[in-house]
């Protein structure tokens, strides 16, 4: 009788719990859903667990591929941003331990904000007068 409430452990119990607490997860970490279809849908699942938690699996709306494919370049544009953004800072250590000119300091600037797609400037704005 062990062998078989190991079985029903390992086999079953464990693998349903598993897909239970995904369904849980997936309702709240979904946008395309309302709040009122996340609070039915995690009703649904609280309710009746193995039952519900099916149905959802079953029935939950499927993620538009494009939706996908615009949340994967947007990470890869503050990915590049963020990239961006240190070696301006690095750049900009160099230029104050005087190892780059102003002229330098500028090129290399206006090259990384070129290639983000932005506007690249080559003068600096005046420094207020005292």
Same mark, same amino acid.
């Given at each position: 009788?062990?062998?078989?409430?190991?079985?029903?452990?390992?086999?079953?119990?464990?693998?349903?719990?598993?897909?239970?607490?995904?369904?849980?997860?997936?309702?709240?970490?979904?946008?395309?859903?309302?709040?009122?279809?996340?609070?039915?849908?995690?009703?649904?699942? !609280? @309710?009746?667990?193995?039952?519900?938690?099916?149905?959802? %699996?079953?029935?939950?709306?499927?993620?538009?591929? &494009? +939706?996908? =494919?615009?949340?994967?370049?947007?990470?890869?544009?503050?990915?590049?941003?963020? !990239? @961006?953004?240190?070696?301006?800072?690095?750049?900009?250590? %160099?230029?104050?331990?005087?190892?780059?000119?102003? &002229? +330098?300091? =500028?090129?290399?600037?206006?090259?990384?904000?070129?290639?983000?797609?932005?506007?690249?400037?080559?003068?600096?704005?005046?420094?207020?007068?005292?």
């Amino acid at each position: 009788m062990r062998v078989w409430q190991t079985f029903w452990v390992l086999f079953v119990l464990v693998p349903l719990t598993i897909a239970w607490a995904f369904a849980v997860f997936d309702i709240f970490r979904r946008n395309d859903l309302s709040g009122w279809a996340k609070a039915i849908w995690f009703v649904v699942v !609280l @309710a009746v667990p193995w039952f519900g938690t099916f149905l959802y %699996l079953l029935f939950r709306p499927r993620e538009v591929p &494009q +939706e996908i =494919a615009r949340a994967q370049a947007a990470a890869r544009e503050a990915y590049e941003k963020s !990239l @961006a953004a240190d070696q301006i800072a690095k750049l900009s250590a %160099l230029h104050t331990q005087g190892e780059l000119s102003d &002229q +330098e300091f =500028a090129a290399a600037k206006s090259h990384l904000l070129l290639s983000l797609g932005g506007v690249a400037t080559t003068s600096r704005p005046a420094a207020p007068a005292h």
